[in-house]
């Protein structure tokens, strides 16, 4: 399977425990994107990569929230002292940067996080 | 502020009848717009794409407009079958920028 993958996929944790959640894209996409969804609403944009390099952070991201993409191809989303207001799906999607005006993102399943 | 709505909120209709999705975007400029279908619990999948100067495109039973003047688009599903209950997102991309604005879905339910 060559299309995005995230593990887990799904992951019930209590409040106040940190959780990881890794995501590997298609293999020849440079950018990857972390978005987070709440029920009924559409994805929220988190952070995005370019390689290695981490261009933009929205707001919504915490300082409880870390991603990296250590070596430019898979990332890691931590939340650290998760709340329930965590609880959501965690969506990654990764694209090529040379697709010009499309860079159509490609979506993983995501991970659904549930906390207690 | 750059904003992507949806109507209905969600919809419910009969095997094999047709229905119409509307879009309405506040976003500038403007790249393309994009209709993705999202089954429950998965990620979302690209159904459609349109640029400033495409006005209809179809991709099997799903055929998308776009008027770049109102700032609207739709997405009609003909002969509609039971895999299509699925939520379907709006989404465009802001000129410049690569990040998207995503509407907040429709969710289509179809019954036998």
């Known amino acids: 399977d060559t299309g995005v993958s995230q593990n887990p996929r799904h992951k019930i944790t209590k409040r106040g425990q940190n959780v990881t959640f890794r995501c590997d894209p298609i293999?020849?996409?440079?950018?990857l994107y972390w978005y987070r969804q709440t029920l009924g609403q559409g994805p929220e944009f988190l952070t995005y990569f370019q390689n290695e390099a981490q261009l933009e952070k929205s707001r919504l991201l915490s300082d409880r929230f870390s991603a990296e993409r250590p070596k430019g191809s898979f990332s890691t989303l931590e939340i650290q002292r998760t709340e329930q207001g965590d609880s959501a799906m965690y969506l990654c999607?990764?694209?090529?940067?040379?697709?010009?005006?499309?860079?159509?993102?490609?979506f993983g399943p995501g991970t659904r996080l549930t906390v207690l | 502020k750059n904003q992507v709505e949806q109507s209905p909120q969600s919809l419910i209709i009969l095997e094999g009848k047709n229905c119409t999705l509307q879009c309405n975007y506040t976003v500038s400029p403007f790249s393309n717009l994009r209709w993705y279908k999202q089954d429950t619990g998965r990620g979302p999948v690209s159904l459609t794409i349109?640029?400033?100067?495409?006005n209809t495109k179809s991709n099997g039973r799903y055929t998308a407009t776009l008027d770049a003047d109102t700032k609207q688009s739709s997405l009609h599903i003909t002969a509609s079958q039971l895999s299509d209950s699925a939520s379907y997102i709006c989404?465009?991309?802001?000129?410049?920028?690569?990040?998207?604005?995503f509407g907040a879905g429709t969710r289509l339910a179809v019954h036998p």
């Open positions: 989404v465009v991309r802001q000129g410049g920028y690569n990040k998207l604005i």
């Open positions: 999607a990764s694209s090529d940067s040379l697709d010009g005006s499309y860079n159509e993102q490609f």
């Open positions: 349109m640029t400033f100067s495409e």
């Open positions: 293999s020849e996409h440079n950018r």
